[in-house]
Protein backbone atom coordinates (compact mmCIF):
# COMPACT_ATOMS: atom_id res chain seq x y z
CA UNK A 1 0.00 0.00 0.00
CA UNK A 2 1.39 3.59 -1.10
CA UNK A 3 2.98 5.42 1.77
CA UNK A 4 0.80 7.58 3.98
CA UNK A 5 0.09 11.04 2.75
CA UNK A 6 -1.78 13.93 4.94
CA UNK A 7 -5.55 12.98 5.60
CA UNK A 8 -8.08 15.95 5.62
CA UNK A 9 -10.34 16.37 8.57
CA UNK A 10 -13.20 14.03 8.89
CA UNK A 11 -16.62 15.20 9.93
CA UNK A 12 -16.67 16.55 13.42
CA UNK A 13 -18.74 15.51 16.02
CA UNK A 14 -19.62 11.68 15.94
CA UNK A 15 -19.23 9.25 18.40
CA UNK A 16 -17.01 5.77 17.06
CA UNK A 17 -18.16 2.91 16.36
CA UNK A 18 -17.78 0.58 18.90
CA UNK A 19 -15.99 -2.38 17.22
CA UNK A 20 -14.13 -4.43 20.07
CA UNK A 21 -14.67 -7.86 20.51
CA UNK A 22 -12.98 -11.23 21.48
CA UNK A 23 -11.47 -12.93 18.18
CA UNK A 24 -10.27 -16.41 19.82
CA UNK A 25 -7.53 -16.01 21.98
CA UNK A 26 -6.85 -12.37 20.23
CA UNK A 27 -8.61 -9.23 20.96
CA UNK A 28 -9.80 -6.46 18.30
CA UNK A 29 -9.86 -3.33 19.85
CA UNK A 30 -8.88 0.49 18.79
CA UNK A 31 -5.37 1.65 18.53
CA UNK A 32 -3.89 3.71 21.46
CA UNK A 33 -0.84 5.85 21.34
CA UNK A 34 0.82 3.25 23.53
CA UNK A 35 0.09 0.72 20.09
CA UNK A 36 2.90 2.80 18.34
CA UNK A 37 5.99 0.37 18.71
CA UNK A 38 3.79 -3.01 18.68
CA UNK A 39 1.87 -1.86 15.16
CA UNK A 40 6.21 -0.57 13.65
CA UNK A 41 6.59 -4.24 14.77
CA UNK A 42 3.53 -5.70 13.01
CA UNK A 43 4.40 -3.21 10.26
CA UNK A 44 7.91 -3.91 9.14
CA UNK A 45 7.38 -8.01 9.23
CA UNK A 46 4.33 -7.81 7.45
CA UNK A 47 5.87 -5.47 4.54
CA UNK A 48 9.01 -7.76 4.30
CA UNK A 49 6.92 -10.69 4.12
CA UNK A 50 4.17 -9.03 1.77
CA UNK A 51 6.69 -7.45 -0.52
CA UNK A 52 9.70 -10.28 -0.98
CA UNK A 53 10.38 -10.10 -4.77
CA UNK A 54 7.85 -6.62 -5.31
CA UNK A 55 9.87 -4.36 -3.81
CA UNK A 56 13.65 -3.92 -3.51
CA UNK A 57 15.48 -6.65 -0.99
CA UNK A 58 17.34 -3.30 -0.08
CA UNK A 59 14.26 -1.12 0.31
CA UNK A 60 12.66 -3.61 2.60
CA UNK A 61 16.02 -4.37 4.93
CA UNK A 62 16.24 -0.66 5.48
CA UNK A 63 12.60 -0.70 7.08
CA UNK A 64 12.94 0.50 10.75
CA UNK A 65 11.16 -0.27 13.56
CA UNK A 66 11.86 3.03 15.16
CA UNK A 67 11.20 4.91 12.73
CA UNK A 68 7.86 3.28 11.86
CA UNK A 69 7.17 3.91 15.92
CA UNK A 70 7.56 7.23 15.52
CA UNK A 71 5.67 7.52 12.46
CA UNK A 72 2.59 5.89 13.91
CA UNK A 73 3.14 7.93 17.39
CA UNK A 74 2.18 10.77 15.15
CA UNK A 75 -0.37 8.86 12.85
CA UNK A 76 -1.82 7.90 15.95
CA UNK A 77 -2.18 11.62 17.95
CA UNK A 78 -4.65 12.59 14.27
CA UNK A 79 -8.24 12.79 15.45
CA UNK A 80 -9.50 12.45 11.61
CA UNK A 81 -8.03 8.93 11.38
CA UNK A 82 -9.18 5.34 13.00
CA UNK A 83 -6.59 2.50 13.57
CA UNK A 84 -7.67 -1.14 14.96
CA UNK A 85 -5.13 -3.52 16.47
CA UNK A 86 -5.78 -6.87 16.83
CA UNK A 87 -3.46 -7.92 20.19
CA UNK A 88 -3.20 -11.19 21.28
CA UNK A 89 -2.59 -12.00 25.44
CA UNK A 90 0.98 -13.34 25.40
CA UNK A 91 2.53 -12.22 21.22
CA UNK A 92 0.79 -8.63 21.61
CA UNK A 93 0.19 -6.92 18.68
CA UNK A 94 -0.17 -9.32 15.89
CA UNK A 95 -2.13 -7.45 13.04
CA UNK A 96 -3.86 -4.02 12.36
CA UNK A 97 -5.04 -1.51 10.09
CA UNK A 98 -6.08 2.35 9.73
CA UNK A 99 -8.41 4.28 7.82
CA UNK A 100 -9.75 7.97 7.39
CA UNK A 101 -10.87 10.51 4.56
CA UNK A 102 -10.04 9.43 0.87
CA UNK A 103 -6.33 11.17 0.48
CA UNK A 104 -5.96 10.34 -3.30
CA UNK A 105 -6.80 12.74 -6.33
CA UNK A 106 -5.81 9.41 -8.12
CA UNK A 107 -9.30 7.55 -7.65
CA UNK A 108 -11.94 8.12 -10.60
CA UNK A 109 -14.97 9.45 -10.27
CA UNK A 110 -17.56 7.77 -8.14
CA UNK A 111 -17.39 10.22 -4.95
CA UNK A 112 -14.88 8.09 -3.24
CA UNK A 113 -15.11 9.58 1.11
CA UNK A 114 -12.97 7.32 2.67
CA UNK A 115 -9.78 5.36 2.48
CA UNK A 116 -8.41 1.88 4.21
CA UNK A 117 -5.00 2.98 4.22
CA UNK A 118 -3.25 0.31 6.10
CA UNK A 119 -4.39 -3.39 6.60
CA UNK A 120 -1.63 -6.10 7.96
CA UNK A 121 -1.16 -9.25 9.66
CA UNK A 122 1.68 -11.43 10.97
CA UNK A 123 1.89 -14.40 8.76
CA UNK A 124 1.43 -16.82 11.26
CA UNK A 125 -1.96 -14.60 11.88
CA UNK A 126 -3.25 -15.07 8.77
CA UNK A 127 -6.27 -17.00 7.29
CA UNK A 128 -8.24 -16.82 10.93
CA UNK A 129 -10.71 -14.29 10.21
CA UNK A 130 -8.77 -11.48 11.40
CA UNK A 131 -8.18 -9.92 8.22
CA UNK A 132 -12.16 -9.88 7.55
CA UNK A 133 -13.11 -8.33 11.21
CA UNK A 134 -10.32 -5.37 10.86
CA UNK A 135 -11.87 -4.29 8.02
CA UNK A 136 -14.82 -4.56 8.71
CA UNK A 137 -14.35 -2.97 11.56
CA UNK A 138 -12.44 0.32 9.73
CA UNK A 139 -15.61 -0.07 7.65
CA UNK A 140 -17.92 0.83 10.76
CA UNK A 141 -15.56 3.24 11.95
CA UNK A 142 -15.80 5.02 8.41
CA UNK A 143 -19.63 4.38 7.95
CA UNK A 144 -19.87 5.58 11.73
CA UNK A 145 -18.27 9.13 10.80
CA UNK A 146 -20.19 9.49 7.60
CA UNK A 147 -18.25 7.87 5.45
CA UNK A 148 -20.02 5.33 3.29
CA UNK A 149 -17.83 5.29 -0.32
CA UNK A 150 -14.58 3.29 0.43
CA UNK A 151 -11.52 2.81 -1.62
CA UNK A 152 -8.02 1.32 -1.23
CA UNK A 153 -4.84 0.78 -2.88
CA UNK A 154 -3.48 -2.49 -2.97
CA UNK A 155 0.12 -3.77 -4.57
CA UNK A 156 -1.18 -5.30 -7.67
CA UNK A 157 1.80 -8.67 -7.89
CA UNK A 158 0.36 -10.12 -4.60
CA UNK A 159 -2.44 -11.62 -3.68
CA UNK A 160 -4.29 -9.95 -1.20
CA UNK A 161 -6.81 -8.24 -4.13
CA UNK A 162 -8.42 -11.60 -3.97
CA UNK A 163 -9.11 -11.02 -0.33
CA UNK A 164 -10.89 -7.65 -1.27
CA UNK A 165 -12.73 -9.32 -3.94
CA UNK A 166 -13.78 -11.73 -0.86
CA UNK A 167 -15.08 -8.69 0.71
CA UNK A 168 -16.99 -7.51 -2.41
CA UNK A 169 -14.77 -5.00 -3.45
CA UNK A 170 -14.78 -3.88 -7.01
CA UNK A 171 -11.91 -3.08 -9.06
CA UNK A 172 -11.92 0.85 -9.60
CA UNK A 173 -8.88 2.03 -11.19
CA UNK A 174 -5.30 1.56 -11.91
CA UNK A 175 -2.15 3.27 -11.67
CA UNK A 176 1.92 2.89 -12.05
CA UNK A 177 4.08 5.38 -9.64
CA UNK A 178 7.51 5.48 -8.60
CA UNK A 179 8.55 3.45 -5.45
CA UNK A 180 11.27 3.06 -3.84
CA UNK A 181 13.16 3.07 -7.08
CA UNK A 182 10.93 0.65 -9.19
CA UNK A 183 7.46 1.77 -10.87
CA UNK A 184 4.64 -0.29 -8.75
CA UNK A 185 1.60 -1.44 -10.01
CA UNK A 186 -1.06 -0.65 -8.02
CA UNK A 187 -5.03 -1.01 -7.85
CA UNK A 188 -7.85 0.59 -6.39
CA UNK A 189 -10.76 -0.88 -4.87
CA UNK A 190 -13.72 0.55 -3.94
CA UNK A 191 -16.95 -0.65 -1.61
CA UNK A 192 -19.98 1.60 -1.77
CA UNK A 193 -21.50 0.56 1.91
CA UNK A 194 -24.56 2.52 1.23
CA UNK A 195 -25.49 0.03 -1.43
CA UNK A 196 -24.04 -3.06 -0.03
CA UNK A 197 -26.80 -4.20 2.42
CA UNK A 198 -26.13 -8.11 3.07
CA UNK A 199 -23.49 -8.43 0.46
CA UNK A 200 -20.97 -9.13 3.23
CA UNK A 201 -18.59 -6.11 2.58
C1 LIG B 1 -4.86 -9.42 3.43
C2 LIG B 1 -5.06 -9.87 4.87
C3 LIG B 1 -5.25 -8.65 5.77
C4 LIG B 1 -6.33 -10.75 4.90
O1 LIG B 1 -6.55 -11.18 6.24
P1 LIG B 1 -6.79 -12.72 6.60
O2 LIG B 1 -7.05 -12.80 8.05
O3 LIG B 1 -5.67 -13.53 6.06
O4 LIG B 1 -8.11 -13.05 5.78
P2 LIG B 1 -9.43 -13.77 6.38
O5 LIG B 1 -9.02 -15.05 7.03
O6 LIG B 1 -10.19 -12.81 7.20
O7 LIG B 1 -10.20 -14.10 5.04
C5 LIG B 1 -11.50 -13.62 4.75
C6 LIG B 1 -11.96 -14.21 3.45
O8 LIG B 1 -11.11 -13.76 2.40
C7 LIG B 1 -10.56 -14.88 1.69
N1 LIG B 1 -9.17 -14.60 1.35
C8 LIG B 1 -8.22 -14.13 2.18
N2 LIG B 1 -7.05 -14.01 1.50
C9 LIG B 1 -7.31 -14.46 0.24
C10 LIG B 1 -6.52 -14.60 -0.92
N3 LIG B 1 -5.23 -14.24 -0.95
N4 LIG B 1 -7.11 -15.07 -2.05
C11 LIG B 1 -8.40 -15.42 -2.06
N5 LIG B 1 -9.22 -15.30 -0.98
C12 LIG B 1 -8.66 -14.82 0.15
C13 LIG B 1 -10.63 -16.03 2.67
O9 LIG B 1 -10.68 -17.27 2.00
C14 LIG B 1 -11.90 -15.74 3.43
O10 LIG B 1 -13.01 -16.17 2.70
P3 LIG B 1 -14.14 -17.10 3.39
O11 LIG B 1 -14.58 -16.35 4.63
O12 LIG B 1 -15.17 -17.23 2.34
O13 LIG B 1 -13.42 -18.37 3.73
C15 LIG B 1 -3.87 -10.71 5.39
O14 LIG B 1 -3.78 -11.91 4.67
C16 LIG B 1 -2.55 -10.00 5.29
O15 LIG B 1 -2.17 -9.30 6.23
N6 LIG B 1 -1.84 -10.18 4.16
C17 LIG B 1 -0.51 -9.63 3.99
C18 LIG B 1 -0.48 -8.13 4.02
C19 LIG B 1 -1.29 -7.44 2.95
O16 LIG B 1 -1.22 -7.79 1.79
N7 LIG B 1 -2.04 -6.43 3.38
C20 LIG B 1 -2.81 -5.61 2.52
C21 LIG B 1 -2.06 -4.42 2.04
S1 LIG B 1 -3.03 -3.51 0.84
Not at 107 to 134: F, K, M, N, S
Amino acid sequence: MAPARPATPAPPGRMPAMIERQLGAARLRAARRGDAAGIARVHVEAWRATYAGVLPDGFLAGLSVPEHTARWTRMLGRRSDSALVVKDAEEGIVGFGSAGPARTDALPAGGWQGEIYTLYLLTDWQGRGLGRALIHGLFDRLAHAGMERIALWVVAGTPTRFFYEAMGGRLIARRSEPFAGIMLDELAYGWRLDQQQGEGA
